[in-house]
T-cell receptor
Framework: GNSVTQMEGPVTLSEEAFLTINCTYT??????LFWYVQYPGEGLQLLLK?????DKGSNKGFEATYRKETTSFHLEKGSVQVSDSAVYFC????????????FGTGTRLQVTL | NAGVTQTPKFRILKIGQSMTLQCAQD?????MYWYRQDPGMGLKLIYY???????DKGEVPNGYNVSRSTTEDFPLRLELAAPSQTSVYFC?????????????FGQGTRLTVV
């Protein structure tokens, strides 16, 4: 079956630090990969996605590259802000799954001044 | 734009009670989903629907029921609440079944069963 593994949090960084959140996946088919973000008190919202190998998704300064050879989709940002404090979920959607998502456990990011 | 609306936001239930979590979307999406989020865990799919009148089980359907009489609404029913159902519940919708389709989530319902 499909699964997603994320690095455990919480991750605590100072503002302007570099962020990496690791994500690896196992899939029976050829999935699309997503990062969703959950700000405090809110539902999840799509941050970025990639649909095929070597695609790079990007949004709001965040980036992630679909690496089929290492089955990874690591999230990066060069300079985090306090407003980036949230929980980040890596997820995949496989062919024939009616867009059902398989999620990782989530990584909480706390950015301090 | 309202998007996906869930009610209530918070609820405390006693063991054995029943309740319905409401979910409505105004984007005319055919696909709708119910997930639960337990502490330290990812979201798990409870039930999903590919259109009005069609529902199917997800990964963790036991103890829940759903119906989809309209495109807009997808309520989740708990018949006999148990402490194991204490969780945060998210409803989501998507436009189509493409594997690259974005899902839109509601704000969640935090349910505690005591």
């Amino acid at each position: 079956g499909n699964s997603v593994t994320q690095m455990e949090g919480p991750v605590t960084l100072s503002e302007e630090a570099f962020l990496t959140i690791n994500c690896t996946y196992t899939a029976t088919g050829y999935p699309s990969l997503f990062w969703y973000v959950q700000y405090p008190g809110e539902g999840l919202q799509l941050l970025l996605k990639a649909t095929k190998a070597d695609d790079k998704g990007s949004n709001k300064g965040f980036e992630a590259t679909y690496r089929k050879e290492t089955t990874s989709f690591h999230l990066e940002k060069g300079s985090v802000q306090v407003s980036d404090s949230a929980v980040y979920f890596c997820a995949l959607s496989d062919i024939g799954t009616a867009s059902k998502l398989t999620f990782g456990t989530g990584t909480r990011l706390q950015v301090t001044l | 734009n309202a998007g996906v609306t869930q009610t209530p936001k918070f609820r405390i239930l006693k063991i054995g009670q029943s309740m319905t979590l409401q979910c409505a979307q105004d984007m005319n999406h055919n696909y709708m989903y119910w997930y639960r989020q337990d502490p330290g865990m990812g979201l798990k799919l409870i039930y999903y629907s590919v259109g009005a009148g069609i529902t199917d089980k997800g990964e963790v359907p036991n103890g829940y029921n759903v119906s989809r009489s309209t495109t807009e609404d997808f309520p989740l029913r708990l018949e006999l609440a148990a402490p194991s159902q204490t969780s945060v519940y998210f409803c989501a919708s998507s436009r189509d079944r493409g594997r690259d389709t974005e899902a839109f989530f509601g704000q969640g319902t935090r349910l505690t069963v005591v």
